[in-house]
């Protein structure tokens, strides 16, 4: 962290993240009262809310602040778009084919098996690749769109707890020294989320489904049938392998680096990203065009994600300043509060719900070795068992809380995580009326607030 962050960060009031909530009530509100608007102007709303912070914030604090928003989208925005165009692209080319019915035991299988991909191939390149299939196995349903809520609380989220491409904070944990399997431990906190959650949909899918059949006969056509599945596309399952590959590369390889503008960017990084760029250029070119169009495959999720959360990268720069700015800062009755496994579930949690959870944990990820002394050099050994202290212990609680938090509170809210605010798009694309931004979170709140409270009662005691 450079000394202008910590000194822009003092000096930041909290009335700095006022677009924050601009953004977050325009896409709340406006697809709820003027649906048509919003899809026409996202990019226009969003680029408004970027340029109320980023005028007077480059008018007060000119090169300092330049250099700021330079590196949030250098190192973390770009990156991000360049990962998600590329399980977006790669993913849109596998087709799962066959004949599917949308009951509550077939919906269950389709969510648990994306739940169980998510750790392996990231929360986004799972959602995208099972959202498809749920789609055709429920379009003659009537009531679906908790399918695709579920979906996001599972898939897009919960599924990505137990290794470093399951979702970003994790590899940024990965890259702090925390070993590849480490996160494993957080296994049994994702037994209990993902078990309660698969039963509780099927509860609220039989329900549905059972009503809808008091009404109408499901297309025979949809019916399931074990026999006759089958992949096309196929041979994008190399490709997502080398972004994956490319992912734990950028991990492991240690290279040098090079200044951009003033911000320092890895060689790895970099190489990464461009594998990235290449395995989704080779999917395009060589995916024939009727699996993409067979799978309804367009680029509307990608375009809208993008443009709004290029406004949400901007807008949340402010609040993750003071938040790194610690007792300095506005935030720092939050950093005071919190020195308990408990506190660093919901408070890295609930902030990793509205803001991006990867550098939301990095931030308590700093805070943790801060408040115990531990020097950064000696995190993978204290991890790993070679340094068996109290103190050892005690952080691998602050870490096993603070890394459930930021992944599985993603699901919170539609901009927790990236891929939930795709599968909204995606959904709706195809007619499935989701939840509002507001709708979505009355899902949330009354399905995942018991479960995380039965988390922290089991396991943050």
């Excluded at 495959?297 to 700015?325: D, N, S």
């Excluded at 950093?335 to 890295?348: I, K, L, M, S």
């Excluded at 308590?364 to 109290?390: D, Y």
């Excluded at 005690?394 to 901009?415: E, H, R």
Aim: aromatic share 14%; proline share 5%; charged share 10%.
């Amino acid at each position: 962290m450079s000394i202008e962050t910590l000194y822009l960060g003092e000096r930041l009031p909290l009335y700095a993240g006022l677009p924050f909530l601009g953004i977050l009530a325009s896409i709340a509100l406006f697809p709820l009262l003027r649906s048509g608007f919003w899809n026409r102007n996202y990019a226009k709303i969003s680029l408004f809310w970027a340029a109320v912070f980023a005028i007077p914030f480059l008018f007060f604090f000119k090169t300092a602040a330049l250099h700021e928003i330079l590196r949030i989208y250098l190192i973390d925005f770009v990156p991000f778009i360049i990962l998600l165009w590329g399980l977006f692209t790669v993913s849109g080319g596998i087709l799962i084919r066959g004949r599917f019915a949308g009951t509550p035991g077939v919906n269950v299988a389709l969510l648990a098996a994306g739940t169980v991909l998510a750790s392996w191939m990231g929360t986004t390149g799972a959602s995208m690749l099972m959202i498809r299939p749920l789609l055709r196995a429920n379009q003659a349903r009537k009531h679906k769109a908790h399918v695709f809520v579920f979906l996001i609380f599972l898939t897009a989220n919960i599924g990505g707890a137990l290794t470093p491409l399951g979702d970003p904070p994790l590899f940024l944990g990965f890259l702090q020294g925390v070993p590849f399997f480490w996160t494993f431990n957080i296994l049994p906190y994702m037994l209990v989320a993902a078990g309660v959650l698969l039963l509780a949909f099927y509860f609220v899918d039989s329900f549905f489904h059972r009503r809808q059949h008091h009404v109408e006969m499901v297309h025979p056509a949809a019916d399931f049938e074990g026999r006759g599945i089958r992949i096309d596309g196929a041979h994008n399952l190399i490709f997502l392998g080398g972004i994956i590959g490319a992912a734990l590369l950028s991990g492991v390889w240690q290279a040098g680096s090079f200044s951009i503008a003033g911000v320092e960017l890895q060689v790895r990084s970099e190489l990464r990203d461009l594998i990235i760029l290449l395995m989704g250029m080779l999917s395009l070119v060589t995916t024939a065009k009727r699996v993409r169009r067979d799978n309804n495959f367009t680029w509307l999720a990608m375009k809208e994600v993008g443009f709004v959360f290029a406004g949400i990268f901007m807008t949340i720069l402010p609040l993750l300043m003071i938040l790194r700015a610690g007792e300095r800062g506005s935030l720092a009755f939050i950093v005071r509060a919190v020195d308990a496994p408990g506190q660093y579930f919901w408070a890295c949690g609930a902030l990793s719900s509205f803001l991006d959870n990867a550098p939301t944990y990095l931030t308590f990820f700093n805070m943790a070795l801060g408040s115990l002394q531990i020097p950064a050099e000696n995190v993978a050994a204290m991890l790993s068992g070679k340094i068996a202290t109290p103190v050892a212990a005690q952080f691998a609680s602050y870490l096993k809380a603070m890394s459930a938090g930021a992944v599985f509170f993603g699901a919170m809210t539609y901009i927790g995580n990236a891929p939930n605010f795709m599968v909204r798009s995606i959904a709706e694309e195809h007619n499935v009326k989701m939840p509002s931004f507001l709708g979505y979170m009355l899902w949330s709140i009354c399905t995942l607030i018991p479960i995380f409270v039965v988390i922290t009662l089991i396991f943050f005691r």
